[in-house]
Each structure stands twice: as structure tokens, then as C-alpha cells.
């Protein structure tokens, strides 16, 4: 079971990757547009990323379905009233401590997210 020093361990690598400019958006046309109807850019979408929690933790570790050596983990969190699914892999460099940071997705959740750290669970 994933715990919240898990989850808080992994938002602590990820922020770095964004602080450290070794962070990037999944090249998807699809995550251009869903970045738009959310009215917000790559910037803010980091941004909001920073401010994630282990509360807004969803799910994950689980095998990538594109790689599964690396796990992806997924996050939600309240965006002016609409609930956003963000996807978060990070990419081991050989060589290099700090990994790279890969977000996967990020965009208006399509079914109700739970979120099993929060109190309650919702």
C-alpha cells in the first residue's frame, strides 16, 4: 500500500524536476488543447503541480503502459471548480542524481477521481 511518505517523497523528486528546469510535457496534441479549455499554460500547470500534496494523490505507483520498468502516479486537485487528472512519470538518468520529469497527462478528469490519502478518502 502506498503510503503518504511515499507520495511525499515522490511530489519532493518531481518539484525538483520542475525547479531544476529537467521536467517536460508528453509531447500529445492532445495536452495543448486540454491545457487551453483549462485556460491555463505549461507554466501554470507546473505551478499547480508544486502545490500538489500526498491529499491529492489518486493512485500509483503502477507500471507505464509504454514502459513498464517506470511507474506513473496520479494526482488530482480542483481547478476553479473543475477536478483535474494529472499523471506524473519520472525517467531515471543514467549518470545524473536528479531524474527527468515527464508529465503525462494533464486535463479535466473524465470520471470522478478518489483520493485514498485524504481523510475520508474523497
Known amino acids: 500500500m502506498t503510503t503518504r511518505q511515499d507520495v511525499h517523497e515522490l511530489l519532493t ?21 486540454d491545457l487551453i479549455n483549462l485556460n491555463l499554460t505549461q507554466l501554470q500547470a507546473m505551478e499547480a503541480i508544486c502545490e500538489l500534496t500526498p491529499d491529492n494523490y489518486s493512485k500509483g505507483p503502477e507500471p507505464d503502459g ?15 471548480g473543475i477536478e483535474v487528472y494529472v499523471k506524473l512519470r519520472l525517467n531515471p538518468t543514467p549518470g545524473q542524481q536528479l531524474p527527468r520529469g515527464i508529465i503525462w497527462s494533464f486535463h479535466q478528469a473524465e470520471h470522478p477521481m478518489s483520493y485514498p490519502l485524504r481523510k475520508g478518502g474523497a
Open 13 to 33: 523528486a518531481f518539484k525538483l524536476t520542475i525547479e531544476f528546469k529537467r521536467c517536460h510535457f508528453k509531447d500529445r496534441r492532445r495536452t495543448e488543447q
Open 66 to 80: 509504454t514502459d513498464p520498468s517506470k511507474d506513473i502516479w496520479v494526482f488530482g486537485y480542483d481547478h476553479e
